[in-house]
């Protein structure tokens, strides 16, 4: 079989190599990927910044869709010819996160999914719905489970609560998508106004372009006359942090699940206990989740917005495209038709 592999970090680094195709055990079950998805996680685990203390060689990435080939001794929940998306967090079944249970995820520490074959647990698998393809199941173990989480596991919100969503990238756009199929007023930012009039195609109740009002969280206070929203998708860091405190009204919610920006934020404490807002910071989300998740896009009849699709040999020209900032959605690998 073919995977991708890196034994130094770079996006040169990737490199596609022949393995033998492995054979599972009790319990395990034999996926062949058809499709995977690209996450900012992914792109920093490759440059080496996100962590540089991974062992090498190493296969990267951590979403994936694919069909069910053959199982092990054991394994009930499955058949072969089965559609099924990777699970992101294998450890992480139910209940609230843990340092144990929270431990194993794929894509590091235990080995990605750029490959054509993988062997994962019999719970490590999630069926795809029949409405989705191959290249849209694989657009939402981390982003849209994120963005599920964030709004309706920890945030908790109702119909007719103001969100706002920053950026049009993988996270933002999944909340903007179930937040709109959740009667929820959406307000989503972005430095383009073409990216702007695609997510209000998707949905989006009020716009910002924070190029043009970098002070967006004073905008969004006059669209909130001056309460505030309810709850703020949280994915820039350091650089939107600020403007998050501001936007977000007394007793509101911020999820802090995104670092697009870097990783040392610092923190007005005088701004934040005046703020009155509640941080929460989250790990994308449990199986158990991701098949809440799974039900509502059945619901709702929801497709992943995909930006483009590479072809499994064009690998690193996908991890390029993701660095230019570009896109509009998911990026997505195509392993086999």
């Known amino acids: 079989m073919k995977t991708w592999q890196i034994d130094r970090f770079g996006i040169d680094a990737l490199k596609l190599i022949d393995r ?6 009790s319990g395990e079950v034999l996926v062949r990927w058809r499709a995977q998805s690209l996450n900012y996680r992914d ?3 490759v440059q080496g910044t996100y962590l540089p203390n ?4 190493f296969t990267p990435l951590s979403d994936a869709a694919g069909e069910v080939v053959s199982v092990g001794d054991s394994v009930t929940a499955w058949r072969p010819g089965d559609r099924v998306i990777g699970h992101y967090i294998q450890s992480w079944q139910e209940g609230p996160p843990t340092p144990e249970n929270t431990r194993l995820s794929l894509g ?11 062997v994962l647990p019999e719970h490590g698998l999630v069926p795809l719905p029949a409405h989705l393809s191959f290249a849209e199941g694989a657009t939402l173990p981390i982003a849209a489970l994120t963005a599920w989480n964030a709004l309706f596991t920890t945030g908790d919100l109702r119909p007719g609560a103001t969100v706002v969503l920053e950026g049009t990238g993988g996270v933002s756009l999944f909340g903007l998508q179930l937040a709109h199929a959740a009667g929820l007023r959406t307000l989503i930012t972005s430095s383009s106004d073409e990216k702007l009039a695609r ?3 998707l949905g989006a109740d009020e716009t910002i372009n924070y190029r043009a009002t970098p002070d967006w969280g004073r905008r969004v206070r006059e669209l909130t006359g001056g309460r505030g929203a309810d709850f703020v998708l949280e994915v820039g860091g350091p650089a939107t942090f600020g403007e998050a405190l501001r936007a977000v009204r007394a007793n509101g919610r911020i999820a802090f699940v995104g670092f697009l920006s870097g990783t040392a934020l610092q923190l007005d404490a005088v701004e934040f206990i005046r ?8 790990r994308v989300g449990s199986r158990a989740m991701f098949r809440e998740l799974l039900r509502a896009m059945e619901q709702h009849r929801l497709h992943p917005v995909i930006d483009r699709e590479f072809a499994f040999g064009e690998a690193p020209a996908a991890f390029r495209h993701l660095l230019t900032g570009a896109h509009f959605g998911k990026i ?6």
Request: without cysteine.
């Open 43 to 45: 792109l920093v685990i």
């Open 332 to 337: 997505v690998i195509r392993t086999a038709d």
């Open 199 to 201: 997510a209000r195609e």
């Open 54 to 57: 991974l062992p090498l060689p």
């Open 275 to 282: 703020s009155g807002a509640t941080v929460h910071s989250l």
């Open 108 to 118: 590091a520490p235990l080995p990605g999914v750029l490959t054509e074959f993988s």
């Open 20 to 25: 033998p195709i492995p054979q599972p055990g």
